[in-house]
């Protein structure tokens, strides 16, 4: 900030005193029509890889065992394409 005076100074300071969401915030917002577009759709690939691997650390730490058991107990245990077809079938005249 050395040699920086008055609004440059002032300007400067208030940008680093900024969070880094804010700075980015405030970036996002003066982007153009298709710069906005681009970045959305970064940003959306960007956030379904994340969450991709958190759901992946997930299963291999074990924390959805609990949910994927009780799934499996409310599926009947020989549940398959071609008993599902049989029973569309039976009920048909």
Known sequence: MAGLTGAARDATIS???MTKVE???HEVQ????D???DFRNWFAEFDARVWDR???DDVQSGKLDAVA???RCRIPQRTTFDNI???ADSGRT
């Open 15 to 17: 940008i680093e005193a």
């Open 23 to 25: 700075q980015i915030e």
């Open 30 to 33: 003066t982007l153009t029509d």
């Open 35 to 37: 710069e906005l577009g």
């Open 54 to 56: 958190q759901f992946e």
């Open 69 to 71: 058991d009780r799934a």
């Open 85 to 87: 077809m049989d029973s």
